[in-house]
T-cell receptor, first 111, second 110 residues
Framework: NAGVTQTPKFRVLKTGQSMTLLCAQD?????MYWYRQDPGMGLRLIHY???????AKGEVPDGYNVSRLKKQNFLLGLESAAPSQTSVYFC??????????FGPGTRLTVL | EDKVVQSPLSLVVHEGDTVTLNCSYE??????LLWYKQEKKAPTFLFML??SGIEKKSGRLSSILDKKELSSILNITATQTGDSAIYLC??????????WGAGTKLIIKP
């Protein structure tokens, strides 16, 4: 059981470039989440999904898009990266319960 | 607006000391309160507290939920250097969304 995995682990982008972060889970969880974590601000929810084919906006969705074409995968896209999107991104998953399980994170720097 | 506030923001103690971390919340449709520990990477789950389970204990760690005061504490006794981490508090709403506090950075000096 790999749990929740994220790729890539690190990435450096130039302003205006695009990229996709991949999250995969092998626990058959219905719910999946994308967060960003910035110093002193805790975790902020970007988008989430309550099942295959569904997505919803979280607290800070602007500048990001997501897709959940398969139950085990949740993709986070940045169409035109900005320096304000420099952050550590965490994916998490859960059954329809309270406890979320986190991936190892992706450190993204936008120059 | 929903919010979760943790205090203190950071704390430095010596090995063997006892620490108490605080979490207060103003969240609509409260379902549960969770504590996580974050070392260098991903947060890992510690406790979940609900109206039917307001006190949890695991080894040297324990936590209590005070629904009247809308707060929770996390206690760590006989601290060890391995307890150094950021401790995160989150409130789960009825739609299973988590509202997170900013965390308490705990440093244990040998």
């Amino acid at each position: 059981n790999a749990g929740v995995t994220q790729t890539p682990k690190f990435r450096v982008l130039k302003t205006g470039q695009s990229m996709t972060l991949l999250c995969a889970q092998d626990m058959n969880h219905e719910y999946m989440y994308w967060y960003r974590q910035d110093p002193g601000m805790g975790l902020r929810l970007i988008h989430y999904s309550v099942g295959e084919g569904t997505t919803a906006k979280g607290e800070v969705p602007d500048g990001y898009n997501v897709s959940r074409l398969k139950k085990q995968n949740f993709l986070l896209g940045l169409e035109s990266a900005a320096p304000s999107q420099t952050s550590v991104y965490f994916c998490a998953s859960s059954w329809s319960t309270d406890t979320q399980y986190f991936g190892p994170g992706t450190r993204l720097t936008v120059l | 607006e929903d919010k979760v506030v943790q205090s203190p923001l950071s704390l430095v103690v010596h090995e063997g000391d006892t620490v108490t971390l605080n979490c207060s919340y103003e969240v609509t449709n409260f379902r549960s309160l969770l504590w996580y520990k974050q070392e260098k990477k991903a947060p890992t789950f510690l406790f979940m507290l609900t109206s039917s389970g307001i006190e949890k204990k695991s080894g040297r760690l324990s936590s209590i939920l005070d629904k009247k005061e809308l707060s929770s504490i996390l206690n760590i006794t006989a601290t060890q250097t391995g307890d150094s981490a950021i401790y995160l508090c989150a409130v789960c709403k009825s739609n299973y969304q988590l509202i997170w506090g900013a965390g308490t950075k705990l440093i244990i000096k040998p």
